[in-house]
Every structure is written in structure tokens, then in C-alpha cells.
């Protein structure tokens, strides 16, 4: 197989890591400023696959096992509806805030839609880790 | 008087796309069309709630000065985007499979070896 | 000639749709996007108004599409399995 060129491999490496706290950042600022849970979540994913890309997708699964990525992902959309269960337990309807909110304009300023942001955005980046790992998988041999 | 702005380019797009998925015959070709037409869609939508002069619907620590565009249609379409990309890739997967099956893509030979 | 039954689908649907152009573009339509810009800090605490419909007031449309963007992936990742994997005996 043909390895990249040295320029893109170095970049790549050092862009990682900066990639992942761009989107954990859109993610957990998503109700403040432009940006939310699915911009946020697609960075992520597409964190991973550039890696993929660039360093093989072998090198991309000692990071981040595929196994792994699957079970965030199915652990995301059960807490999304317990979510919506629990405002249900607190006496207000389906999916709405019940927690207590803090000053406008900071981080807890919103309440439920943080953490709901929170989930949708990892459920998103990983689902589509997952989706391009089995794409660039199939028919592969080994 | 047809005015060139994001509702008539969106219905272009729109019609574009159609016109791939009609008459193309590979199948990651139509795939393609198919999300040149949810592209069409979105920008239709999205140009719908556009005010003259105004700006993203986000609050700067409640001060506001310019009138704000529609967020309506852009919260709307942003679960459009999401469902284009995983039907895209879904539709994908098909095409994987289908090229493992049958060996071939075209439309009308798939439909002369199903007949066989 | 083979191009001319999509050509005559298209100018009908061209014709429907662009009665669009009737619209006056730049105007703000509804008054249901202004009582959210009025009152959408207020009510959620979110400055980004387009979060606030998306999780807030419209949270069962964002359910929905947690659940196709959940059923497409598992179809993905169902359908690009190799074979013989998953499969207990």
C-alpha cells in the first residue's frame, strides 16, 4: 500500500487533537452561539475519518475501536428518550426543561437542551465514524 | 418578472436534480441527484425566511439592533440535513451490495438480469 | 427522443412550482417566527433562537430524527457486515 505524503501525515497529526476540542466546543456552546449538537457532532466525525484517511484504518481503530464507537452511539439515542422520560417523571411534558437555570448567557443557562445537545452531538459524530468505517471496510481483505 | 434570488435557484436545483434521477442509469449517479435535489430543498426553504438586511437569529446577550431573519425554516432543515446525509449513505450501502450481487450498476441491465 | 417523457414531467412540475416566484422574497411571512424571536430567550434561555426551536419547542421533530439518524446507521452497519460475523451457534 502507498503511504501519504510526510506533509499531510504531520498535519494531520497535529490538526487531530485540536479537531476533536473545536467540536466538543461547538457542542457544549450550542445554545450560546452558532453551532449546536449536529455541527458539532459532524466535526467530531469527521475528525475521525480524516484520520482514516490519512494514516489508514487500521491506525484510526487503535484510537477509536469501532466496537466502542457503537456503543456510544446506541448509548446516546437510550439516553435521549430517558431524557424525555425524566421530564416526564418530574411532572412536565415530554422533552421539556425541568432543571434549574443559571444566569443568561453563561453554559447552564438552558437547561435540558445542553445535555440534549450533549447527546446528539456525540450520537452523530460516532454514527458517522461508524458508517464510514463499515463503508471503507467492505470488500477489504483481511 | 422572474427575480434571481435563493427561491428560483432552489426550484432550479430542484428541477436539475429531477432531471438526473430520471434519466441516469447508475446508480450512484441518481444517489447523487438524489442529494443535489435535497440540497435544492434546503436552499429553497432556508431563502423563505430570509428578511432584507437582517441577521442570524442569535441573541448577543439580549441587545438587538437589525431586524432577524426567519429561524423557523432553518431549524426545520436542519433535521432535513441530517436525514439527507444518513439516507445518502444508507443508499450507498445498497449500492455496495448490489454491485457484490448482481456485478454491474446499470439500471437496465440489474432489470435484464432479475428477468433472467 | 427517448428524453422527451422526463422533458414534458419537468415543465409540468416547473410549471407548479415555480408559482413560487409570487412570493415577495425578504419580507418576513409568519407571526408565529416573531412571537419565537420575542419571547424565545425568555422561555429557554438559549441565545440561539435556532437551538431553542430545535430542542425546545420542536424537540419531538428532533426525536424523530434521532430515530432515522439511529435506524440508518444500524442499516449501514447491518448491511456492510462481513460474512459470518454477528452470527452466534
Given amino acids: 500500500m502507498k503511504r501519504t505524503s510526510e506533509i499531510v501525515s504531520i498535519f494531520t497529526r497535529k490538526l487531530f487533537p485540536f479537531m476533536l476540542l473545536y467540536g466538543c466546543y461547538l457542542i457544549s456552546h450550542g445554545h450560546l452561539s452558532p453551532g449546536g449538537g449536529f455541527q458539532g457532532g459532524v466535526i467530531f466525525g469527521s475528525a475521525i475519518i480524516l484520520l482514516g484517511l490519512v494514516e489508514g484504518i487500521k491506525e484510526a481503530e487503535n484510537r477509536f475501536q469501532e466496537k466502542a464507537l457503537s456503543l456510544i452511539k446506541n448509548i446516546g439515542m437510550l439516553v435521549f428518550l ?46 458517522i465514524a461508524v458508517v464510514f468505517y463499515r463503508l471503507i471496510k467492505f470488500g477489504s481483505e483481511e | 418578472m422572474i427575480g434571481f434570488n435563493g427561491i428560483t435557484v432552489g426550484i432550479i436545483i430542484i428541477l436539475l436534480g429531477l432531471f438526473g434521477v430520471l434519466t441516469k442509469r447508475n446508480t450512484i449517479k441518481i444517489i447523487m441527484c438524489l442529494y443535489v435535489m435535497n440540497s435544492g430543498v434546503i436552499l429553497f426553504f432556508v431563502s423563505l425566511g430570509y428578511v432584507v ?64 | 427522443m427517448k428524453r422527451i417523457v422526463p422533458i414534458i414531467l419537468l415543465l409540468l412540475l416547473a410549471f407548479f412550482l415555480l408559482s413560487a416566484i409570487k412570493i415577495n422574497f425578504g419580507q418576513p411571512k409568519t407571526g408565529l417566527s416573531q412571537y419565537y424571536l420575542n419571547h424565545g430567550v425568555a422561555d429557554t434561555g438559549a441565545l440561539n433562537i435556532v437551538t431553542a426551536i430545535y430542542l425546545d419547542y420542536r424537540a419531538y421533530d428532533t426525536l424523530g430524527e434521532a430515530t432515522v439518524f439511529f435506524a440508518a446507521a444500524l442499516g449501514v452497519f447491518m448491511l456492510l457486515r462481513k460474512p459470518g460475523e454477528g452470527e452466534k451457534d
Fill in chain 1, 82 to 127: 430517558l431524557m424525555g422520560f425524566m421530564s416526564m417523571f418530574f411532572g412536565r411534558a415530554f422533552l421539556s426543561d425541568f432543571m434549574p437555570r443559571g444566569e443568561i448567557g453563561t453554559v447552564p443557562s438552558a437547561g435540558l437542551i445542553f445535555f440534549l445537545n450533549l447527546t446528539i452531538g456525540f450520537m452523530v459524530g460516532t454514527g
Fill in chain 2, 53 to 116: 438586511s437582517g441577521q442570524a437569529a442569535i441573541f448577543d446577550h439580549g441587545r438587538t439592533l437589525l431586524p432577524m431573519v426567519d429561524p423557523l425554516p432553518q431549524a426545520v432543515m436542519l433535521t432535513s440535513i441530517v436525514i439527507g446525509l444518513v439516507i445518502t449513505s444508507l443508499a450507498l450501502a445498497l449500492a455496495l451490495k448490489i454491485y457484490e450481487e448482481y456485478k454491474t450498476l446499470d439500471v437496465k441491465d440489474l432489470i435484464n438480469k432479475q428477468n433472467d
